[in-house]
């Protein structure tokens, strides 16, 4: 399988090397060259298998001969082992036609931790064949420092330095991080805002020199193994709902459109997913654009699910590319004219094609607090709040005799006021994470300056060269 850019500029790559290359040179975002597809038979096998199973074969035509197929499917086993539930991602019904896909049984408990924990195995194989080491860095306002955190720590190729603004992510989410013991993690409290996080990152990679001798990566959603790892879960929900023979639709709490599109992408394989709900909080840029082809960047707004709390959905460029037949400079000329104006001006024809497909459902913060109160009080569900505006978009969309899967994007547990406030319950952690609050902290404070950053990182990895 090989991958193109969706501006058309960047070199061809193969999956190890958009895996290791993230963003594409030219500023876009890899894409495979067609799209695979299973005939019916071929899903029905898979039907009721191990979830490490499906993933495996649901990968294994984006992975091509990038990577041997037993290592690929033994990277899977043990990806998904260490998961808390035997189904990894198990649905639990919460109404008539409503499917709860609950995607928070991995170590952070949530669902980046699908992808992520297999990404960074991936990327500690292809390093090693290739004798190269890489140096992460990221900026977090919670859920993904954890997450990748979580899928780098221990492994001998990479080092992983997460900022975090000191004193701005919840006991949780900070704990989460910091109890991490491993030699190739560095938690770093920055003395500023997450905004600050994100430019002092943006500056290290600015820095040429810097980047090349720290060999600077980013473990970000747009990275299309992170999206090729997320549409193996809407194969294992659609396949247990009666798929391929019976249509189901899908509702998703959507932030960089990332686990909408890997809906999409399990759709173009063969799979009859029909309607994808888009739901959103008062950061409603794609909500907007459904409803009436307004794709205007606004500032952003903080609600109660936060890791929703996003103007720019970058992986919204992928499905940019298909609505409009891969046309690669058409792609990139819309790109442009929304990064100069903060509008993008989507032909109608391929608006039209969206919404074909697509609905947008927004949802504020009381009707997020009462989206879960409903889920307790009528199925005596816990939902946290992301996952709530996933199922108030599939009750306002539901329809007759079509299954909705609503993705479960994280466990209650980490959102414990929001739902606590809204049900009166307040939610514990799992056992694997009971203990989270006696665990040892290992993190420095470092004022908001790329000097003893850049510093911080060097001394990183000097300190595991030879590991
Ligand atoms: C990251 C995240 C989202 C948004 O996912 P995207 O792939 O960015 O659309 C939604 N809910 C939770 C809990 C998340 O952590």
């Not at 500023?27 to 899903?43: H, Q």
């Not at 074969?57 to 984006?62: F, K, L, S």
Request: charged share 20%; glycine share 8%; net charge neutral.
């Amino acid at each position: 399988m090989r991958y193109v850019s969706t501006r058309g500029e960047a070199p061809v790559r193969d999956f190890a090397g958009v895996l290791l290359a993230g963003l594409a040179e030219d500023g876009g975002l890899y894409v495979p060259e067609s799209w695979p597809s299973f005939d019916a038979a071929t899903w029905r096998v898979l039907r009721g298998r191990p979830y490490a199973e499906i993933a495996t074969a649901v990968m294994r035509p984006y992975v091509g001969d990038a990577i041997d197929p037993d290592t690929f499917a033994a990277l899977c086993r043990e990806t998904y082992d260490g998961f808390g539930h035997a189904a990894v991602v198990p649905l639990v019904q919460t109404a008539p036609a409503t499917f709860v896909q609950e995607l928070f049984h991995g170590p952070t408990l949530a669902f980046k931790d699908l992808a992520l924990q297999l990404v960074g195995r991936l990327f500690d194989h292809v390093l090693s064949r290739e004798g190269r080491r890489i140096a992460i860095v990221g900026a977090t306002s919670g859920d993904t420092g954890s997450a990748a955190i979580a899928a780098c720590a221990g492994r001998a190729r990479i080092n992983i330095m997460i900022l975090h603004p000191d004193g701005r992510t919840s006991a949780v989410q900070r704990r989460q991080m910091t109890t991490v013991d491993a030699a190739n993690v560095r938690n770093v409290a920055v003395a500023g805002t997450f905004d600050d996080c994100q430019d002092l990152v943006k500056a290290m990679f600015a820095d040429a020199p810097f980047r090349d001798e720290m060999a600077l990566s980013a473990v970000n959603s747009i990275n299309w193994a992170r999206i090729a790892a997320q549409i193996p879960y809407y194969a294992a929900a659609a396949l247990a709902l009666g798929a391929p023979d019976r249509p189901v639709d899908v509702a998703v709490p959507t932030g960089n459109f990332g686990n909408v599109l890997a809906a999409w992408a399990a759709s173009r394989m063969g799979l009859p997913i029909e309607r994808l709900i888009v739901g959103s909080n008062r950061n409603d840029i794609l909500v907007r654009f459904l409803d009436a082809n307004d794709m205007s960047a606004r500032p952003v707004e903080p609600s109660l699910s936060p890791s929703m709390d996003i103007q720019v959905s970058s992986n919204f460029e992928r499905l940019l590319f298909e609505l409009l037949d891969r046309d690669a400079a058409a792609t990139a000329g819309l790109m442009r004219a929304f990064r100069a104006t903060g509008r993008m001006p989507v032909p109608d024809a391929a608006w039209r094609r969206a919404t074909a497909r697509f609905m947008g459902f927004r949802l504020d913060d009381a009707g997020t607090t009462a989206a879960m109160a409903a889920a307790w009080r009528e199925s005596g569900y816990l939902a946290d709040p992301h996952t709530a505006v996933g199922l108030a978009a599939a009750a306002r969309h539901a329809r007759p005799g079509v299954p909705v899967i609503v993705a479960g994007t994280a466990h209650p547990a980490k959102f414990p006021d929001a739902v606590e406030a809204a049900t009166g319950i307040r939610p514990a952690l799992p056992a694997a994470l009971a203990d989270l609050f006696e665990r040892e902290e290992h993190y420095i404070r470092l004022p908001a300056e790329l000097a003893p950053l850049q510093s911080e990182l060097r001394a990183l990895v000097g300190r595991n060269r030879h590991g």
